[in-house]
Each structure stands twice: as structure tokens, then as C-alpha cells.
């Protein structure tokens, strides 16, 4: 939402509306190395990138990745719904599956279409 303040300048607001979906699933094929340094994770082929709400979604989706396929988790925020995981190519991608299939299905969320670069 955007509105004028009182000397004319504009402010965006930002909300976070709650629902059940998963924002962003985006697998990384081959990032450069520069990108594994400043996450601070060890090189593992490829990176997945997941945003969910509600945040604490997070957490769940986490376990289903680390328990499909070998990868290993990154990063994972409950406070914003964040989560990334990293691993060869196919355990990423296959992970990403997972969790798409599994909260759409189990618990009923709008899950984002699998992306890659």
C-alpha cells in the first residue's frame, strides 16, 4: 500500500498477510562459489531457495526436505518463512518436490511452481 505523508512524501507499507502457501521454490543448478562463501555453506552442487507462510511452515518444510533426498539445511528462519538447503542438482530439485507435493497435498497449501537457473 502506498500513501503521502505530510511534506508529500511517499510511504510504502508493507504487510504480511498469513496464508498457506509456499511463495518461492527455485533451485540454484550451479552458483558460483562467491554465493556459497557469503551464505557461509560448504559447496554442494546446487542451492534451494524456499519462502513459506505461514512463517513457522518453515520448520516443516525443512524435516521433508532433509528427509527426501541428501542435502543438507542452510539456513531456515521460522520468523520469515525462509529456508534454504543445498546438495547435488537432483536431491535439491527432488527435496523442492517434496515439500511442494507434500504441503499441497497434506496440508492443503497453494504451492509455487519448481524454478531454476
Known amino acids: 500500500m502506498s500513501v503521502f505523508g505530510e511534506q508529500g512524501i511517499e510511504r510504502i507499507i508493507q504487510e504480511s498477510v498469513p496464508g498457506k502457501q509456499i511463495t518461492l521454490a527455485h533451485v540454484i543448478a550451479s552458483p558460483v562459489k562467491d554465493v556459497f562463501e557469503r551464505l557461509g555453506i560448504d559447496d554442494g552442487g546446487a542451492i534451494g531457495i524456499l519462502t513459506l ?23 531456515l528462519d521460522r520468523f520469515t518463512g525462509s529456508v534454504v538447503i543445498y546438495g547435488d542438482v537432483q536431491s535439491v530439485e527432488t527435496s523442492l518436490r517434496a515439500v511442494n507435493d507434500t504441503l499441497r497435498d497434506l496440508l492443503d497449501f497453494q504451492a509455487a511452481p519448481l524454478t531454476r537457473t
Open 53 to 75: 507462510s505461514p512463517f513457522e511452515s518453515a520448520i516443516i518444510a525443512a524435516d521433508i526436505a532433509a528427509k527426501t533426498a541428501n542435502v543438507e539445511i542452510g539456513f
